[in-house]
């Protein structure tokens, strides 16, 4: 199965490249696929995934978390966190701790208390679910994408349009971990899959722009 080509080379490149920047979802035209823990298999129907920038914020929803739209260098979120560190800094000097006791009073009381969490990079992508038939959208991190980028780019493999693929959910929240495994065959889409497709298919740069925020 070589079936790599620059178009799907150039697409996989976003993955795990931390200088990706885009937005936020406008709306939601399409459900969005749960991954439950398990077997789920999807065949991919776009090149490649749209790589955009959120902050996770634990402090929202009422002390669930939530998530917000990354607004580049000019973020009021990421101005705050800044902000916050500065003191954390200073109080380091003002205690003249050095190495290991700076380093850990910078984690303990600063990075990891920042009041607006941490930039995610996250990737969005059709996929067909095989379980149901529909096109939906697949939206996660570096965790699974760089598990599928990594058959994407395989000369053995490539283009994941081309074959179906099973993701394998073990474990729960910080604890999740993604496998991929790959079919043995390439099997082309039906018409009617790829009509599907061309109607569900929304455009993901609008759907994650955060310019109207």
Known sequence: MTNVNKEVINGWSVVD???NEAGFNEERKLEYLKLPEGDTRIRVLDVAPYAFKEWWAPRGNGGKG???????????LEAENKAFMEKVFQ?????????DKRKKFLREKGYAKLPWGKVKQ??????????TGEVKLLEKGNGLFKE?????VNPEYGDLRQYD???TRKGSGLNTEYTVTPARQNTPLTDEEIRLYEESKVDLAKLKDHSHI
């Open 165 to 167: 693929v099973t993701i």
């Open 17 to 19: 490249d931390d200088n």
């Open 122 to 131: 996250k990737y969005v992508i059709h996929v067909l679910d095989r379980a």
């Open 66 to 76: 939530t998530s917000i739209p990354y607004k580049g260098k000019d973020d009021l």
């Open 148 to 152: 599928l980028k990594k058959y994407a």
């Open 91 to 99: 109080e380091a000097d003002r205690l003249g701790l050095k190495g």
